[in-house]
């Protein structure tokens, strides 16, 4: 089998981030993880992108975790955290982009790519989604404190003992009435659904939606030791929101510069 590939694509303002490797379900391997952080800081760097949008190819799979075949090279407890703290730097690339993120899950979304999709920021699925990590029942490996904590904030703490715990897949409609899923589409609608929601996110306050994801972020993984005043003063201090004052009070469009 390949090494696969993550791809990273440009149009207009939205980025696409293509997790390639649909021979093995999109089975993430070492060159495909240092992909997706090198596409990370690429995108963490570009105002002039908007949103982003992660895929898998195939149409069968959005990601199915960790190649198995890699596992065999951790052989203790601290290689055991090696590889949990490689895992937590791509996860954490992708929910830190000060872009929106909206996973498009057609097909199997496991272990990692379960915790991928709960790190981003909206979901869209097809019928033929299934979400679920169920790694009690195969390699008996666990996740990270960090992780776990993602995917009770996705799903809650009774869903994620179910995916954890009895190694249930949840499936697309229940993804959707828990909310972790904001729209379940057919596979031929699922691109014109995606670019109706990037078409959203692209006509609000990039500073304003930044901000939200942020101190949202910050809630989940429990960093509120600070007040947000870093965030709140960025937003109050913007030119865009001088813009946007300006704007409403002349009943107009406001121009948005991400500044």
């Known amino acids: 089998m390949s090494a696969g590939r993550v791809s990273l694509d440009v149009d207009g303002r939205v980025a696409t981030l293509t997790f390639d490797r649909p021979e093995a379900h999109n089975a993430m391997t070492w060159a495909m993880y240092d992909e997706l952080s090198a596409a990370c800081e690429r995108l963490s760097g570009n105002r002039d ?75 869209l699925a097809t019928p033929a989604a299934r979400f679920g990590a169920p790694i009690a029942r195969t390699v008996g490996n666990c996740l990270s404190l960090a992780n776990t904590r993602r995917l009770v904030a996705a799903v809650g703490p009774s869903v994620a003992k179910r995916i954890l715990m009895l190694s249930e897949m949840v499936a697309a409609d229940e993804a959707l009435r828990a909310g972790f899923v904001l729209d379940v589409v057919e596979p031929d609608a699922l691109d014109t659904r995606a670019a109706r929601l990037a078409g959203t996110l692209l006509s609000h306050a990039p500073l304003t939606l930044r901000a939200a994801k942020e101190m949202i972020r910050r809630i989940v993984q429990g960093e509120t030791d600070g007040d947000g005043a870093d965030l709140v003063a960025e937003v109050y201090g913007s030119g865009d929101f001088k813009r946007g004052v300006r704007s409403f009070i002349d009943k107009t469009q406001p121009d948005w510069e991400s500044r």
Do not use: K
């Open 49 to 123: 992108v908007g949103a982003v949008l992660l895929r898998g190819a195939g149409g069968r799979a959005f990601i199915s975790g960790t190649d198995i075949s890699q596992f065999t090279a951790i052989s203790n407890g601290e290689s055991g955290l090696g590889y949990e703290a490689r895992i937590e730097a791509c996860i954490a690339a992708v929910e830190r982009l000060p872009q929106p993120t909206v996973a498009l899950v057609d097909g199997w979304a496991v272990g990692f790519g379960l915790v991928l999709a709960a790190a981003c920021d909206f979901r």
